[in-house]
């Protein structure tokens, strides 16, 4: 007998994003586990409670595992270096191993106090669990430690929220798609194919939009982007148009929203687009 994590993605925001198959899983379970991150938006958290009222059918237990503080090497900003590269980069990457090794321990010995030897228990994982989120590779520091199997239940992620708000095709005919972060924007962009980009502060557009204006000065094709925050919530926030003319509008309106809110996700994608007028991107 071994014990059994369901790993469910919830989608990103909106209730209507959950799968019937996230549905089943949800009341599969008998205790959910949940890592105290004191996270930014209680918003967040009582999306998920929300979601565990509309579809749970018996009453639920949440099991919480405080998260460790993450060390200051975890947070550095990278700047688009070379994360392999010893120096800032490397600690970076030493850091949040080190920080997921500690969660992985905690959210063990918590499994392990909660849950049967034949039990099956869960965590509700924002968006895809596949997608820029910690939960697997904490759970496989968990099986280095203790017998688990774990399933996977997809979810839809703000990638494809952000996508189908803007009714676009995420890649361009036999073109690539590169998924990055707001740090590396200036180290993965090319003007080949599509770069989507999530976790920005807005610093990663802003860099993007200065080294635009350079390029547009030596002749190089112009950008367009398409932009959403709070995808599939309340006051979703979208924006599209040539990056030039709307980037500064949408970094305006990004520090608005975040300061009216106090969060904001957001996720965004660029690509090379000769179709100079605004009006043809709004949907
Ligand atoms: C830690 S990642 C988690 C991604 C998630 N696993 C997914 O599949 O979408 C968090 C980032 O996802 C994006 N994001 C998640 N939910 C969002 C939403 N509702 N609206 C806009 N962006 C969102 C933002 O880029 C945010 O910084």
Request: negative net charge.
């Amino acid at each position: 007998m071994t014990r059994r994590l369901l790993v469910i993605g919830i989608g990103a925001g909106a209730p209507g994003h959950l799968t019937l198959q996230a549905i089943e899983a949800i009341n599969r379970a008998e205790v959910f586990f949940v890592f105290d991150k004191g996270e930014a938006s209680s918003e967040l958290v009582e999306a998920r409670e929300a979601i565990l009222a509309a579809h749970r059918r018996a009453p639920w237990r949440l099991a919480w595992t405080q998260s460790p503080k993450r060390r200051a090497e975890a947070r550095v900003h990278l700047d688009g270096r070379d994360a392999a590269a010893p120096g800032p980069a490397a600690e970076y990457r030493a850091g949040v191993a080190h920080w997921h090794a500690e969660r992985a321990a905690r959210l063990a010995a918590r499994i392990e106090a909660e849950l049967p030897e034949d039990g099956v228990g869960a965590m509700l994982v924002w968006g895809d669990p596949a997608l820029y989120d910690s939960t697997l590779r904490i759970l496989a520091g968990v099986r280095a430690v203790l017998a688990l199997d774990v399933e996977v239940i997809p979810g839809i992620s703000a990638v494809q929220a952000l996508t189908s708000a803007h009714g676009l095709v995420l890649n361009e005919v036999g073109e690539k798609v590169t998924f990055t972060t707001g740090r590396r924007v200036l180290k993965d962009f090319s003007h080949e194919g599509t770069l989507v980009v999530m976790l920005d502060d807005g610093t990663g557009l802003e860099a993007l939009i200065a080294r635009e204006a350079e390029e547009a000065a030596a002749g190089a094709p112009p950008l367009a982007i398409w932009w959403g925050a709070y995808l599939g919530m309340k006051d979703e926030l979208l924006m599209s148009g040539p990056l030039a003319e709307v980037g500064p509008e949408i970094l305006r309106l990004r520090a608005q929203a975040r300061a009216a809110r106090g969060w904001i996700m957001d996720v965004w994608l660029v690509r090379t687009c000769s179709i100079k007028s605004r009006a043809i991107f709004s949907y």
